[in-house]
């Protein structure tokens, strides 16, 4: 190396030393001991100082430097050598410092894993509810250590103590003094000051002293985050400096006699803190209400939206949202009763707090207490204060016990209660209990801590009904895990039952709203839809990728799970689905889940997405998988319920039958002689005609079921007994036949759903026919034996009453000069069993017309339907076209009892056929000729 070459290295190192001595003088410019001249009122903490310090800006920190090489330059004779020393001393230690930081990263993320197990074995809560994990946890935290400390380095040298490096108690480190020894100029501190702590000794290992500064650091690290969250004297240092000023010109302008409770008000009304105080409230209050407000409005945006980009766009925006409400909320939230990540409360460090709120100005003493819910003007209550802010978290858990119900408080919840309880000091449990439960608290711990838990458990039975108000009717009654099964839940269990993760998220609630608008029964087994490993059992065991392609995930909607993929099966056209639903109702016969699990292939009920209609991927088929439980999802309604309401529809057509004979003059005065005690009156042929049309209706019903079993026989599917239903004008209304099994396709519900009314009207017409053909053929006498219809329930139809005019002669109805018609029987339950199985037909909900509407357009389109076909006979009543108003209380019925979509067939993915879709728009028109009114010519 050549001379001038060895010159230069030295004058660097010359520059290099010299620079770091300056470095070190301006670290001890701006150091707390250099404050001692302000008043005590303006001081500044160490922490304040140097987080200002650290915290310059680029700018700043450039200035600073060139700060530095000017006093390094103006100290040196050789200005240009030095100059360049300097500047390389800096970049010298931008790259030591980088290193430095790059050798930390794993040794950080170790001491963070450390220090959360140490927590736990800290923590005699946790100790006491996992006993088993003790052991393993002290195994993890040996080999953290042993990582620590590198290879050649013992245990024991890592965890040596010694105490040289102070620690300021809001959170940032000072500067030691050299040699380990404190800087006598630093003793006066102000309130959120420094203490000793201990840290890890250095050693001879170089890998044992990287892990002792790293752990020094990691732990005044989290020092100092710990007290930038709970500072010491209970008030930030922004506070403080706020607060002093105001308490003591509070102190300079009331007189001396002035009590302590004036103050305290003079201090609440103080001007300068007005907006402080505001500007606090709209933190900790306004803002978490507004992001609220603001997360329900992307909520609604996401449920509104038909792009699934925007969708995703919005779901980023509430899940950045939601994090920012868990994080800056003032409440604790947990899954736990027993807050686990409590810090230990020590001695050492209630002592400290001790002393940082006891230098506070009595004023602001006495708010830090009431703040922790402790009595301001008590005196001697300091230490209950501290505790009582340290233990909040665990206070708030244990209050919000009283929201839970107390069914559903089970032992090992009693077990966390009692756990939290315990977690409390002695003397905040005892204030928890007196203040909060309003309890005596005796010497016995165990007595007091069990009156504590019931006193947390006891409810008032008003505050139990709150239960019932969850928007889960349909979960009501009876519910099962299999084919058959009956377990009694009351509606409280059910909606506790009910609280689970999913409900919380915007996928679930998007395919849920479609599905308990478009499919209401699905949801009534929300209760017992599928668990998890049922599903995973059904994907492996079921689903054969050789016949149907799963193409993502299995998705969760309120009642069971979506399961998307493509039929393999299909033909060219992919509308036939037979095959693929065939195979996989097999193989789910054949497996382990055939007593757990109902498939469905059905249209996703889900509008498209904008995406999904350019790319004309309108059909998406889709495979459903709910727990099986055929009562609830097909009959879920009273059994009692259902025959009383069948025996008042027998009586309804029973008394529908005599008014007829009442309503025939000549017969009246005969019913009212014999009444009156007249034994001459023969009654035998006025109870053969109400027989007669009672007989006659009965038929037309038992026609109408005959063939709705005929084809469920067929197809072979089960269906329940028929609940008839009472009518006011027409007698019996019709019957509501249920499903017990699916029927296998659309098809087949399509044939069910026109069989009954279809062969009712077949019947009914015939037997209007041949009633008035023999009611025209008799002669006048006869006539009068004849019961008799009103006349204007005669021009309610278009085709009967038509009828009615062609065989008794034209004017008959519409001229008619008495309000009503005499008629043979066979007319008049051909007649009511028109109206009555046309009824049947209308598209409502799940009647027949219902069904087949659901079949021919799809459920969003039944859904349309369904509502116009209600504006349109709700307007035939308002403008007089519905006289009798048989339309009014038809739709009622529809309404109250069949308002809801039928139930998914096996597969309802594929359409209808033309000649079955021909059928149906030929039944809408004999429908529409038998609904329609008489037109006067």
Wanted: hydrophobic share 40%.
């Amino acid at each position: 190396m050549s001379s001038k070459s060895a010159l230069s290295l030295r004058l660097l190192f010359i520059a290099l030393i010299f620079t770091s001595s300056l470095v070190s003088g301006f670290q001890r410019l701006v150091s707390p001991s250099s404050l001692l001249f302000l008043p005590s009122h303006q001081r500044r903490s160490r922490d304040s100082v140097q987080s200002r310090l650290f915290s310059l800006n680029k700018s700043q920190q450039t200035e600073v430097a060139s700060l530095v090489e000017e006093g390094a330059a103006a100290t040196t004779t050789t200005n240009d050598v030095e100059s360049s020393s300097d500047q390389a001393s800096i970049w010298r230690a931008q790259a030591a410092r980088m290193r430095k930081e790059a050798e930390k990263l794993d040794t950080n993320l170790t001491l963070e894993k450390m220090q959360a197990i140490e927590r736990k074995l800290n923590n005699k809560a946790w100790l006491e509810r996992n006993p088993d994990q003790v052991e393993n946890m002290q195994r993890q935290l040996e080999t953290l250590q042993d990582k620590l400390a590198g290879p050649g380095t013992s245990q024991a040298e890592v965890e040596k103590p010694t105490t040289t490096t102070t620690t300021s108690l809001n959170g940032d480190n000072g500067a030691a003094a050299p040699n380990g020894k404190d800087d006598p100029t630093s003793a006066p501190v102000s309130i959120n000051e420094e203490k000793t702590v201990s840290q890890p000794e250095k050693t001879p290992s170089i890998n044992s002293e990287r892990a002792n500064k790293a752990s020094t650091e990691q732990n005044k690290a989290a020092q100092k985050a710990y007290y930038e969250e709970n500072p010491l004297s209970g008030y930030d240092q922004e506070d403080l400096e706020l607060y002093t000023p105001v308490v003591i010109a509070i102190d300079e302008r009331l007189p001396s006699n002035a009590t302590f409770q004036e103050k305290l008000e003079a201090f609440r009304a103080a001007p300068e803190l007005q907006k402080h105080f505001e500007e606090k409230i709209r933190k900790m209050l306004m803002e978490p209400i507004q992001n609220v407000q603001r997360l329900e409005e992307l909520k609604s945006d996401y449920l509104s939206s038909s792009s699934s980009v925007e969708k995703a766009n919005i779901k980023r925006e509430i899940d950045r949202l939601k994090k920012t409400l868990e994080n800056d909320s003032p409440f604790v939230y947990s899954d736990s009763i027993v807050y686990e990540n409590l810090p230990i409360l020590t001695e050492e460090e209630i002592q400290l707090r001790l002393e940082a709120v006891g230098a506070l100005h009595p004023i602001l003493q006495a708010m830090y207490k009431r703040r922790c819910g402790v009595n301001e003007t008590e005196e001697g209550n300091l230490r209950l204060a501290i505790e009582r802010d340290h233990f909040e978290p665990q206070l708030q858990l244990l209050e919000q016990v009283q929201e839970l119900d107390k069914s559903s408080i089970t032992d090992d919840m009693r077990h966390e209660i009692r756990m939290g309880i315990l977690a409390l000091p002695v003397s905040v449990r005892n204030h928890f209990a007196k203040e909060f439960l309003e309890l005596e608290i005796d010497d016995d711990e165990d007595a007091d801590v069990t009156a504590m838990i019931e006193a947390l458990v006891d409810q008032d039975e008003e505050e139990e009904q709150w239960m019932s108000l969850e928007d889960f009717q349909d979960a009501m009654g009876k519910t099962g895990g299999g084919e058959g099964a009956e377990i009694k839940i009351s509606f409280k269990e059910a909606a506790n039952e009910l609280d689970l993760p999913e409900y919380d998220d915007l996928d679930f609630l998007d395919r849920s709203r479609y599905v308990k608008e478009f499919i209401p029964s699905l949801t009534r087994l929300e209760i017992i839809h599928p668990p998890k490993e049922d599903i995973e059992t059904l994907m492996s065991e079921v689903i054969d990728k050789s016949v149907y392609m799963v193409t993502s995930k299995p998705e969760r909607f309120l009642g069971g799970y979506y399961i998307p993929g493509r039929n393999l099966m299909a033909d060219s056209e992919e509308t036939n689905s037979d095959k693929v639903v065939a195979v996989l109702q097999e193989r789910l016969h054949k497996s382990s889940l055939k007593d757990k699990i109902d498939l469905f292939y059905i249209q996703d009920p889900s509008p498209p997405t904008d995406e999904e209609y350019e790319l004309e991927l309108i059909d998406r088929p889709v495979l459903v998988a709910v727990a099986k439980n055929r009562e609830q999802l097909y009959d879920p309604s009273n059994i009692m319920l259902k025959t009383s309401v069948s025996l008042l529809g027998l009586f309804s057509v029973i008394l529908f039958a005599s008014a007829t004979t009442g309503m025939q003059p000549f017969m009246k005065d005969q019913i009212e002689a014999a009444a009156a005690g007249d034994l001459s009156i023969d009654v035998g042929p006025i109870l053969a005609s109400a027989s007669q049309v009672a007989a006659s209706m009965a038929a037309i019903q038992a026609a109408h079921e005959v063939a709705h079993r005929i084809i469920a026989w067929r197809d072979k599917f089960d269906i329940g007994l028929p609940t008839l239903v009472p009518s006011i004008q027409l007698g019996l209304q019709g019957a509501i036949t249920p499903f017990k099994s699916p029927p296998p396709s659309n098809k087949s519900m399509f044939d069910f759903a026109m069989a009954g009314p279809l062969a009712g009207l077949l019947l009914s017409v015939t037997l209007l026919v041949a009633g008035l053909d023999m009611t025209a053929s008799m002669e006048m006498t006869a006539a009068n034996q004849l019961p008799a219809f009103p006349a204007e329930l005669l021009r309610s139809s278009a085709l009967g009453g038509g009828l009615v005019e062609f065989f008794l002669g034209k004017g008959a109805v519409m001229s008619a000069a008495a309000p009503v018609v005499p008629l043979h029987p066979f007319a008049i339950a051909g007649f009511v069993g028109m109206l009555s199985n046309a009824l049947a037909l209308l598209p409502l909900g799940n009647t027949d017309g219902g069904r087949a509407a659901q079949t021919m357009f799809g459920r969003r389109g039944a859904y349309l339907v369904k509502i116009l076909t209600t504006l349109i006979l709700c307007s035939l009543g308002l403008f007089g076209l519905d006289e009798p108003r048989i339309f009014f209380s038809y739709v009622l019925f529809a309404m109250i009892w069949q308002r809801d979509l039928e139930s998914p067939t096996l597969n309802e993915a594929d359409e209808l056929d033309f000649p079955r879709g021909l059928l149906g728009i030929g039944s809408a028109i004999i429908v529409l000729l038998a609904l329609m009114p008489m037109m006067e010519a």
